[in-house]
């Protein structure tokens, strides 16, 4: 039997439990839908480099206004993912 804090993956059907992390990962989902690396919810591709900066930006605030209280893999998977995106914005920018 399962405990609360496993990440196994949840029966077909129903979410993950929703942590910090996902959370993270859901945005960052997002700003690549809007860079145009993913297809949207609709399975079409389209860019839109002020909302992919948008998520930047959100992603930014959670890492200032959570300084100090995230465990040491969430601050790396936040960092990592601020400078992943921030690079894939400035290369998508030139192609524009």
């Not at 839109?48 to 890492?63: F, G, P, V, Y």
């Amino acid at each position: 039997m399962s405990s609360l804090g496993d990440r196994d993956e949840p029966p077909m059907g129903q979410l993950p439990k929703l942590d910090f992390s996902i959370f993270v990962m859901s945005i960052i989902g997002s700003a690549h839908v809007h860079l145009g690396d993913m297809p949207g919810p609709d399975g079409h591709s389209e860019r839109s480099l002020d909302l992919a900066q948008q998520d930047i930006d959100l992603l930014t605030l959670l890492e200032e206004k959570t300084k100090g209280n995230l465990t040491g893999d969430e601050e790396r998977l936040l960092a990592q993912a601020l400078d992943e995106l921030r690079e894939r914005l400035a290369e998508v920018s030139k192609e524009a």
